[in-house]
């Protein structure tokens, strides 16, 4: 599996560098990435490892208690193309429900057990309410398209 992946090894530090605009870190987050997948049996694909070094840098944040905008973790730069959420997408946040608009800020930080245990309150509550609100969005973008 690692000469799999050591064969995209400049890929692997430039999106490394892409998510953390760090290029020490990023070493860290790809070598991080190598360790994770070592012993993985299963067939993997870039997507997949990309997902791995998103979740290992945002683990790293939480590790070290760092205060970063979620806009600078989810702007990912393409090599023509930059991933940014435009003023029709910021609209439809601001029109979710005050209560799933608050459950999906705190999900970015901890897990949905975590805020149902944090905030007493049952579990299935806060996954049926996010649940709605994102098939709301869903509809929303696909009447627009």
Do not use: P
Not at 9 to 34: N, T
Not at 55 to 77: A, G, P, R, V
Request: glycine letters at 0%; a negative charge.
């Amino acid at each position: 599996m690692l000469e799999e992946l050591a064969k995209k090894d400049q890929k692997w530090r430039e999106i490394a560098f892409k998510i953390c605009k760090d290029r020490m870190l990023s070493d860290d987050i790809v070598q991080d990435m190598y360790i994770k997948l070592a012993e993985h049996k299963k067939q993997i694909n870039d997507f997949y490892v990309i997902i791995v070094m998103r979740n290992l840098f945002l683990d790293y944040i939480k590790k070290e208690k760092l205060k970063i905008s979620i806009e600078s973790i989810y702007h990912l730069e393409n090599n023509d193309d930059t991933f940014e959420i435009d003023d029709e997408q910021k609209k439809l946040i601001e029109n979710l429900y005050w209560v799933a608009k608050d459950y999906f800020i705190m999900s970015f930080d901890m897990s949905l057990r975590e805020m149902a245990k944090e905030l007493n309150t049952n579990y299935g509550f806060i996954y049926r309410t996010m649940k709605k609100e994102k098939d709301k969005l869903w509809q929303e973008a696909e009447k627009k398209q």
